[in-house]
């Protein structure tokens, strides 16, 4: 019997098979669980719906997290149309973020407050509004929250800026939804990742260097991608990490725990 038999969850952020969302929901479906979709829109829904196909899964939203309360595309509203079609859920994956990608290079000083304020209310608060109102539909035996993050919330990393300041958000948020939905059995868990080649790593100015750096200077010496980063996202989603909540699993090769590299490796 597989491990996620009979499990049921709402996988947000895919935006073609090369996200991060992707490589969690294949394999979460490889696994055996059930799988709802959200899309931010009409675009995206077109790359998603081909993937969707090849595991099978018929259920989508459009969802963009940056809508008030009242639209129809909100992130409360697509729960409560989520609701009309599973009595519970057991899990939600939130992988998604943004900024104006003109802020994702040069000084972090220079980030205007419409883009601060924009790229915290995307990036981090969407996954506590979320948590929020996933809450009536979480399975009553308790569930799985799990949201994606970067060694940049931690320290600095090249342009990564303001983008870096809402993962520290978001990194905060999830130590505060954990201990708020504990006595519910729900784990609230973020994966860090090292970098991926994604349509969004890709906004970041001078995301091959880090990728290459990153890949040199990490002891395992590889970027972790969408097959490492599903297989942890696996453990978090599932009873295998039943007693782990509030923490930040780090799938980067073991980049955070190096704090000077070798001088061979600067070159
Ligand atoms: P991606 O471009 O494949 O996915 C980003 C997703 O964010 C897209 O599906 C997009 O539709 C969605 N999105 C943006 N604004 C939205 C909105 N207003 N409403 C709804 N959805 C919205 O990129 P990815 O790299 O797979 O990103 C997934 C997550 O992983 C992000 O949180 C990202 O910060 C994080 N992450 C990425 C890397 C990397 O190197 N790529 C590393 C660590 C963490």
Redesign the pocket.
């Known amino acids: 019997m597989s491990i996620m038999n009979g499990k049921k969850g709402l996988i ?5 098979e ?4 992707w490589g969690v929901a294949k394999t979460l479906a490889d696994n055996g669980a059930e799988l709802a979709f959200s ?2 829109n009409e675009g ?1 829904k077109k790359r998603l719906l081909p993937l969707m196909n090849s595991i099978k899964s018929d259920k989508f939203f459009e ?4 809508k008030t309360t009242s639209d129809f595309n909100s992130i409360e509203n697509m729960f409560i149309r989520l609701s009309k079609i599973w009595r519970e859920i057991d899990f939600v994956v939130h ?4 900024s104006d990608k003109e802020e994702l290079k040069g000084k972090y000083i220079n980030c205007s407050r419409e883009n601060f304020l924009n790229s915290l209310d ?2 981090a608060f969407s996954f506590t509004r979320i948590a929020k109102s996933s809450l009536p539909l979480m399975s009553l035996k308790g569930g799985s929250l799990l949201t ?3 060694l940049g919330a931690e320290r600095t990393t090249p342009n990564y800026n303001v ?1 870096g300041v809402a ?1 520290s958000a978001l990194e905060a948020s999830i130590k505060y939804l954990a201990m708020d939905l504990g006595k519910n059995n729900i784990r609230v868990n973020v994966l ?5 080649k ?4 890709a906004a970041i100015s001078g995301a091959r260097h880090v990728f290459r750096y990153s890949e040199n200077v990490a002891p395992l010496k590889f970027n972790p991608q969408l097959k490492e980063v599903g297989s942890a996202a696996l453990y978090l989603t599932s009873e295998l990490s039943s007693g782990v909540t509030g923490n930040i699993h780090h799938v980067d090769g073991g980049l955070h725990s190096v704090a000077i590299p070798k001088h061979e490796d600067l070159v």
């Open positions: 947000m952020g895919v935006a073609n090369r996200s991060i969302a899309y931010q995206f969802c963009d997290v940056s992988a998604l973020a943004y995307i990036s994606l993050s970067y983008m993962k860090s990742a090292g970098p991926v994604t349509l969004a790593g």
